[in-house]
């Protein structure tokens, strides 16, 4: 599988196949499931990748000790973030092409989940940066992104393409 860089738009999961009904997927979620558990997902291991890497940024941003650290954390987490967006909406449109069945309809259920919270976090992740990004002033901010965010994101993106 080929991925999609985060400048390309995400497909719709709007899509979803029919078989079985909403009722079918509402638990093929990502609170439920992960990527990895995924039918369909689990053959795109680069996405679990990403995914492994957003949240342990994720998780470095909350937990931060100090704002540079903070801000570094919440670079990658949206970077990456934006990567997965758009390897799924590459994803998706290979699927669409898929005949529909049970997998399909899993998967569309996740993925529209998945799309749903990662917009929310995005807009709130991003409100923080920003925010921090004002804190620091552009010298400083850029700073940390080229001492520590961009060679820790280039990191999971390496791992990632490599996974493929």
């Known amino acids: 599988?080929?991925?999609?860089?985060?400048?390309?738009?995400?497909?719709?999961?709007?899509?979803?196949?029919?078989?079985?009904?909403?009722?079918?997927?509402?638990?093929?979620?990502?609170?439920?499931?992960?990527p990895s558990e995924t039918p369909i997902l689990r053959d795109y291991p680069s996405f679990a990748v990403l995914d492994a890497g957003r949240l342990k940024a994720t998780d470095a941003a909350d937990h931060a000790g100090d704002v540079g650290t903070q801000y570094a954390a919440l670079v990658v987490c949206n970077t990456l973030a934006k990567e997965q967006a758009a390897l799924l909406g590459h994803i998706i449109a290979a699927v669409k092409e898929r005949p529909e069945g049970a997998d399909r309809a899993r998967f569309f259920g996740w993925a529209r989940a998945w799309l749903a919270a990662a917009e929310a976090e995005s807009q709130r992740r991003c409100a923080e940066q920003n925010s921090l990004l004002d804190r620091l002033g552009r010298p400083t901010a850029e700073q940390i992104v080229a001492a520590r965010a961009e060679p820790w994101a280039k990191t999971i993106l390496y791992h990632a393409e490599a996974s493929e």
């Open 1 to 34: 599988p080929s991925r999609r860089r985060s400048g390309q738009q995400p497909a719709s999961a709007d899509e979803s196949a029919k078989p079985g009904g909403a009722a079918a997927i509402t638990d093929w979620t990502p609170a439920t499931r992960r």
